[in-house]
């Protein structure tokens, strides 16, 4: 008989629980599988793996199965493109403030970031997320970047965060990081669920001016909506450079919060991702199965 744990707090095991679940739906090529075979596959008993992606995706498994499949993407474009030029003007306006009045953000200046983060001093600690270990860094004034390490490891999220800003300081300090962490991913000790935030993100952009642009159009799409490369192109006004904003949305340093995971190909294929696509397909079931949740839309899809 399989053996559970008490371990329903630490999402780093919810989301390696997710990940193998994945790969398994994955290789039954769309055959639903019953929650008796999956929690077999993840050796655990169904209540407990019924309770896990539960807690984890805000819906059964039964229902969340329908956000894994191989053909979720071009749903999710059929059902919930986006087109940006509708969410407001873009352009490097200075400190903006987001549609859900969660997140606030402030561009660096372009002088500033040709210095290469010298003079900043980031504050860096690790944090459980429902995607895995996640690297917070941020300097004084907001979230400078976010990275996941279930497919990379921890090792190569530090090298990639580190290498964006070369003359920075670097502090490990996550006590100082705990309000923009919770406000980011909810409680960290299991009291409240993850995704019902509190508080408000600050995010600091550090890159070149371009490439904040491209962030900023990201910004503009809500949670459990896609958008593509081309869109983003024609949005902030180079509609040939679809090559170029690829680029800028795969240097994006603040997975999640700016929706990096929510740019897909105009074919409906995901794309790349740079902390990994088993990550990216995870965070868009995750968004999908609660924004329809929360508004008790059908979540029948694909």
């Not at 999402?11 to 019953?34: C, K, M, N, T, W």
């Not at 690297?135 to 400078?144: E, F, K, P």
């Amino acid at each position: 008989m399989p053996k559970d744990t008490d371990r329903d707090e630490n999402q780093a095991y919810h989301f390696a629980v997710i990940r193998r679940a994945i790969d398994r739906i994955d290789a039954a090529g769309g055959e639903s599988l019953p929650l008796e075979t999956l929690a077999a596959e993840m050796n655990m008993s169904p209540a407990h793996f019924q309770r896990v992606f539960s807690r984890w995706a805000g819906v059964s498994p039964k229902r969340y199965q329908q956000y894994l499949t191989l053909g979720h993407a071009r749903t999710l474009m059929r059902e919930r493109f986006t087109t940006l030029e509708t969410a407001g003007a873009l352009g490097l306006s200075g400190a903006g403030r987001l549609h859900d009045m969660f997140l606030r953000w402030e561009a660096m200046s372009p002088g500033d970031y040709a210095k290469g983060g010298a003079g900043l001093k980031i504050r860096w600690g690790w944090v459980d997320s429902p995607f895995g270990p996640a690297l917070v860094m941020a300097t004084a004034r907001g979230i400078c970047g976010i990275g996941f390490a279930a497919e990379t490891g921890s090792d190569a999220v530090m090298a990639d965060l580190t290498s964006r800003w070369p003359h920075a300081s670097f502090v490990e300090d996550p006590a100082a990081l705990a309000p923009w962490a919770e406000a980011a991913f909810g409680r960290q000790d299991g009291k409240a669920a993850f995704g019902r935030r509190g508080g408000e993100a600050r995010l600091h952009l550090i890159g070149a001016p371009f490439q904040i642009k491209v962030w900023e159009a990201l910004l503009s799409v809500p949670p459990g909506q896609v958008t593509t490369y081309s869109e983003i192109a024609r949005a902030i006004g180079h509609p040939r450079a679809v090559r170029a904003v690829g680029t800028a949305v795969g240097r994006n340093p603040i997975g999640y919060l700016i929706p990096c995971h929510r740019a897909l190909r105009k074919t409906g294929a995901l794309g790349g991702y740079h902390w990994g696509l088993p990550v990216k397909r995870a965070l868009l079931g995750w968004e999908a199965a609660r924004a329809d949740a929360a508004s008790g839309a059908d979540t029948r899809v694909g």
